[in-house]
């Protein structure tokens, strides 16, 4: 059974910093790995996917890699403004018969003015 | 491209009724639609699979009776919470499935918000 788990569960930063935030997955058999926000009382933005066969997805300020040899992804976030305060989900899709999605457990960043 | 779509967005109801949520991918067809399931704190927990024409697999632990899925077409899947109850008070998000690459990549929508009173 796949597990993903994402650290550190809160981070708190303040305006400028750059941060990396961490996923990584027990099974690396995936088909792709997409990078999630939440808002608050909000619905799921996706971010970046990465497919199994790359290694990296940048879309301005975020970067997303993949290790999956080592079960890991990152996703990180460059000059963090107090605008990027959410949480952030990874979640990955196996590569097996039966398409399943694992959510990790989350990241709630704050980024403080 | 890769649109989906929910409504209502928020629904705040009396224990008691039924709610239906839609789901609808506006650019694509969907063979397969997904729903989840994200309590407070929690991660988004996979509720049931449905495919068009056909009856939904439903994940170990999910009711069939009480969260009743229809996907009636390839860009419509519909999620009603039968008589719910406090306890069913949660965050619904849906996901319709595109075939990229050869294989499906899930879309998902941007959630609904139920409140059980």
């Known amino acids: 059974k796949q597990e993903v788990t994402q650290i550190p569960a809160a981070l708190s930063v303040p305006e400028g910093e750059n941060l990396v935030l961490n996923c990584s997955f027990t099974?690396?058999?995936?088909?792709?790995l997409q990078w999630f926000r939440q808002d608050p009382g909000k619905g799921l933005t996706s971010l970046l996917l990465?497919?199994?066969?790359?290694r990296e997805q940048t879309s301005g300020r975020l970067n997303a890699s993949l290790d999956k040899s080592s079960g890991r992804s990152t996703l990180y976030i460059a000059a963090s403004q107090p605008g990027d305060s959410a949480t952030y989900l990874c979640?990955?899709?196996?590569?097996?018969?039966?398409?399943?999605?694992?959510f990790g457990t989350g990241t709630k960043l704050q980024v403080i003015p | 491209g890769a649109v989906v779509s929910q409504h209502p967005s928020w629904v705040i109801c009396k224990s008691g009724t039924s709610v239906k949520i839609e789901c609808r991918s506006l650019?694509?067809?969907?063979?397969?639609m997904f729903w989840y399931r994200q309590f407070p704190k929690q991660s988004l927990m996979l509720m049931a699979t449905?495919?068009?024409?056909?009856?939904?697999?439903?994940e170990q632990g999910v009711e069939k009776d009480k969260f009743l899925i229809n996907h009636a077409s390839l860009t419509l899947s519909t999620l009603t919470v039968t008589s719910a109850h406090p306890e069913d008070s949660s965050f619904y998000i849906c996901?319709?499935?595109?075939?990229?690459?050869?294989?499906?990549?899930?879309?998902f929508g941007p959630g609904t918000r139920l409140l059980v009173l």
């Open positions: 996901s319709a499935g595109r075939r990229d690459h050869r294989r499906e990549t899930q879309y």
């Open positions: 099974d690396s058999a995936i088909y792709n």
């Open positions: 990465i497919q199994s066969s790359q």
């Open positions: 979640a990955d899709t196996n590569s097996g018969g039966y398409q399943k999605v694992t």
């Open positions: 650019d694509f067809q969907a063979t397969t």
């Open positions: 449905s495919n068009e024409g056909s009856k939904a697999t439903y």
